[in-house]
């Protein structure tokens, strides 16, 4: 069974930064996608970041390129998002999501974790 634990949010003042975990558990990730969605109150869940897992790389929604920064860390099983100056606007409950293969559809992602909270003062 797929388990995935995000930790990481909280409340932070605008311009502020936080990092947020998400521990991967009961897979073997080799071909997989680890991406980090967000939703806020009456929107749709979006897609900000998503890393492959075997090679590293990297992509992110438009808005959020220069402040969202993900990586893995194999060893550990986790996968992080750096959020850096904050805004408003970022307030939302952030998931982590798996999947094998690629995409930016929150459809096609099978495996969640149970999100985490992150607001953000003005």
């Known amino acids: 069974q797929v388990l995935l634990v995000e930790s990481g949010g909280g409340l932070v003042q605008a311009g502020g930064s936080l990092r947020l975990s998400c521990a991967a558990s009961g897979v073997t990730l080799s071909g997989y996608t680890m991406g980090w969605f967000r939703q806020a109150p009456g929107k749709e869940r979006e897609f900000v970041a998503g890393?492959?897992?075997?090679?590293?790389?990297?992509y992110y929604e438009d808005s959020v390129k220069g402040r969202f920064t993900i990586s893995r860390d194999i060893a550990k099983r986790t996968v992080y998002l750096q959020i850096n100056s904050l805004k408003p606007e970022d307030t939302a409950v952030y998931y982590c999501?798996?999947?094998?293969?690629?995409?930016?559809?929150?459809?096609?992602?099978?495996?969640w974790g149970q999100g985490t909270q992150v607001t953000v003062s003005s």
């Open positions: 890393i492959n897992w075997s090679f590293g790389g990297t």
């Open positions: 999501a798996a999947r094998y293969g690629s995409s930016r559809i929150a459809s096609d992602y099978k495996h």
